[in-house]
C-alpha cells in the first residue's frame, strides 16, 4: 500500500512539474525553432526574450494592472468580507453567490459582455477597461480568502478592543487587519498571478498599444515559432516561484501551507 501510495504521488508530481520542466529545457534551445527535446543548449533565446521590445513594454503593462487590479480588489473586498462573516446582512448567501459569480462564470463569456455592454457603449479608454474587467475577476478570490481568515479571528477580539476605549474603525485597522495579514497577503498574490496570467478577458479588451504579456506572447507565436516563448515563460514562472518565496521570507507565511 505505501509502494502505491509513493508511485500516485510521484506521479502526480511528474504531471505537476512535467511541464514547466519541458517548457524550461525547450526555451534553453540552441535550434531555430520550438522544439523538444532540444537541438543543444544555448541562452540564445532568454537573451532574445529581452531584446523584443513588445515584449517588454508588455511585461510592464501586466505589471502594472496586476498590481492595481489587485490593490482595488482588496480594497473592495476586504470591507465586503468583513461585512459578510461580522454582520451577516440579509440574503448574504445570495450575496456570496453573486460576488462569487465572475469565477463561476467562463473568462471568455466576463470578456465579451464587459466590452458589449460597458466598454463599447461608454466608450472607456483601454487601459481603464483593463483595470475594471480584471477588479471585477479578482474581487471574488479578496472575498473568500479573507473571510477564511475572519472565520479563524475570535471576534471577542474585536470586542476587547472596543471595551478598552477603541471606536470600531480602530479596532478595524489596529486588531482586525494586522491578524488576517497572512490572508490578505495570500490573496494579494493569488489576484496578482490570476491578473498577470489572465487570458480571456485580456483578449477581449486590449486594443491598438495596449496588449499584455500573455496576449503579446500568443500574437508573437502567430508569426514567429522560435523557442523564446518558451524561455519567456520559463522565466515567469521563475519569477512567480520568486514572489511567493520572498512573501514568505518577509512576511512569515508558514512554508508548509
Not at 170 to 180: A, D, G, R
Not at 203 to 226: K, Q, R, S
Request: with cysteine.
Amino acid at each position: 500500500m505505501r509502494i502505491a501510495g509513493n508511485l500516485l504521488l510521484t506521479l502526480v508530481l511528474i504531471f505537476l512539474i512535467g511541464p514547466f520542466v519541458i517548457i524550461c529545457i525547450a526555451g534553453l534551445s540552441g535550434g531555430e525553432t520550438l522544439a523538444f527535446p532540444p537541438d543543444g543548449l544555448s541562452l540564445r533565446w532568454v537573451q532574445r526574450v529581452f531584446e523584443v521590445e513588445s515584449f517588454r513594454s508588455a511585461f510592464w503593462l501586466s505589471i502594472a494592472l496586476a498590481i492595481g487590479s489587485t490593490l482595488l480588489a482588496l480594497i473592495l473586498g476586504i470591507p465586503a468580507a468583513y461585512a459578510l462573516d461580522r454582520y451577516n446582512p440579509p440574503m448574504a448567501e445570495t450575496i456570496r453567490n453573486i460576488v462569487t459569480a465572475p469565477i463561476i462564470v467562463p473568462g471568455i463569456i466576463v470578456g465579451l459582455a464587459l466590452l458589449r455592454h460597458l466598454v463599447v457603449p461608454l466608450g472607456i479608454p483601454i487601459t481603464l477597461a483593463l483595470i475594471i474587467g480584471h477588479t471585477a475577476l479578482l474581487v471574488p478570490y479578496a472575498v473568500r480568502v479573507v473571510s477564511a481568515s475572519l472565520v479563524n479571528l475570535r471576534t471577542d477580539v474585536e470586542e476587547a478592543a472596543v471595551m478598552l476605549g477603541a471606536s470600531r474603525l480602530q479596532s478595524f485597522f489596529k486588531v482586525v487587519l494586522p491578524n488576517i495579514r497572512s490572508g490578505i497577503l495570500a490573496a494579494f498574490i493569488i489576484g496578482f498571478i490570476t491578473s498577470f496570467n489572465q487570458v480571456p478577458i485580456s483578449l477581449f479588451l486590449t486594443g491598438p498599444g495596449v496588449t499584455t504579456l500573455p496576449i503579446g506572447m500568443m500574437f508573437y507565436m502567430e508569426f514567429n515559432y522560435d523557442p523564446s516563448v518558451a524561455a519567456l515563460s520559463g522565466l515567469l514562472a521563475i519569477m512567480s516561484l520568486a514572489i511567493v518565496m520572498l512573501a514568505e521570507k518577509l512576511l512569515g507565511l508558514s512554508r508548509y501551507v
